[in-house]
């Protein structure tokens, strides 16, 4: 597609509930990027998929959060066992290759998580 | 771990000046990047530098890559209303080449008129 897609672009769970949320890189791009943004805070590194692997999960908050890639497209993040403090923007990022991602991400829109 | 401090954490300024806003580390950097978020929206590259001392222009927006490597700044001359938004600082470091890049907090940068 012309840009990142995201969807949901809100969700609101009940605490303890699983959720999904879906990224949809630019066409063609093989680096996906997972971030986290909290209520004015700044972004939190979650997880990079070049291809289908992630070579790095070390910033998945807890082994409640899980995240795959298929096909070298679509990313899905899941979040099992919703909790209040899992509330937050999670943004979907991708670049052409591991190499350009240092000319910087393209970002989808987010989707707002709220655990109530 | 990796830490970038950004500052001021929000201004408020008259629609017409100029703005200043800086992003500091303890680590060295070897890239910088300097994104803007809309609200409701994801960040947009607005900046990107790999150089020390490297001064880059995009329009209105200048922003330099810091002589020792663990700073950069970003500029804005005479905003106007749509400068509206927080902008964020990001840097990779040459060990992380093709992982992730860290973000500082932003700064809110509110345009009155």
């Known amino acids: 597609g012309a840009g990142v897609s995201q969807s949901p672009s809100n969700k609101v769970t009940e605490k303890g509930k699983d959720v999904e949320l879906r990224c949809d890189p630019i066409?063609?791009?093989?680096?996906l990027y997972w971030y986290r943004q909290s209520l004015g805070q700044g972004l939190e590194f979650l997880i990079y998929f070049q291809g289908n692997s992630a070579p790095d999960k070390s910033g998945l908050p807890s082994d409640r959060f899980s995240a795959e890639r298929t096909g070298g497209s679509v990313s899905t993040l899941t979040i099992q066992r919703t909790q209040q403090e899992d509330s937050a923007v999670y943004l979907c990022?991708?670049?052409?290759?591991?190499?350009?991602?240092?000319?910087?991400?393209?970002f989808g829109s987010g989707t707002r998580l709220t655990v109530v | 771990g990796q830490q970038l401090n950004q500052s001021p954490q929000s201004m408020f300024i008259q629609e017409g000046e100029d703005v200043s806003m800086n992003c500091t580390s303890s680590s060295i950097f070897n890239t910088w990047l300097w994104y803007k978020q809309d609200p409701g929206e994801g960040p947009v590259l607005l900046i990107a530098?790999?150089?020390?001392?490297e001064l880059t222009s995009n329009g209105r927006l200048t922003a330099q890559f810091g002589i020792t490597r663990k700073d950069s700044f970003l500029n804005i001359s005479a905003s106007i209303p749509s400068d509206v938004g927080i902008y964020f600082c990001a840097g990779q470091r040459l060990e992380n080449y093709g992982q992730n890049f860290v973000f500082g907090p932003g700064t809110r940068l509110s345009v009155l008129p």
């Open positions: 530098l790999y150089k020390a001392g």
């Open positions: 990022a991708s670049s052409l290759d591991f190499r350009t991602g240092g000319y910087g991400y393209t």
């Open positions: 066409s063609g791009h093989t680096a």
